[in-house]
């Protein structure tokens, strides 16, 4: 075994802390899939989010499970249209078709927060 000094542990120390900030940084990179579906990936995130909204809603009782049933179907069918959209158009979706589907998801969030 070794020993080192001030100076050389906090080098040591500081290597350490670069290694796994660029193996945490690299873990939340986007993917190629993201990156190649930024339209698709915004829709998604909202739905996740709204998916949590709702969650949150019940667990503070502010909704029913009954409305967040009906919520969760509402945000299902707007997936299953972006996924449907997508598949006639090589995987991705166009601006119009995000527009109609954000404009859809403003619908279900406007009664999360009710």
Do not use: C, Y
């Amino acid at each position: 075994m070794f020993k080192l000094n001030r100076s050389g542990k906090v080098v040591v120390l500081t290597a350490l802390v670069a290694v796994f900030s660029s193996a945490a940084g690299s873990a939340m990179a986007d993917t190629t899939w993201q990156k190649n579906h930024p339209r698709r990936e915004q829709v998604n995130n909202r739905l996740h989010n709204q998916n949590q909204r709702i969650k949150n809603e019940v667990k503070e009782g502010e909704i029913s499970k009954a409305q967040a049933k009906n919520l969760h179907k509402e945000d299902h069918a707007i997936r299953q249209e972006e996924r449907d959209m997508a598949k006639q158009n090589g995987g991705h979706i166009t601006k119009p078709e995000q527009a109609v589907l954000n404009q859809q998801e403003n619908g279900v969030s406007k009664q999360i927060g009710k």
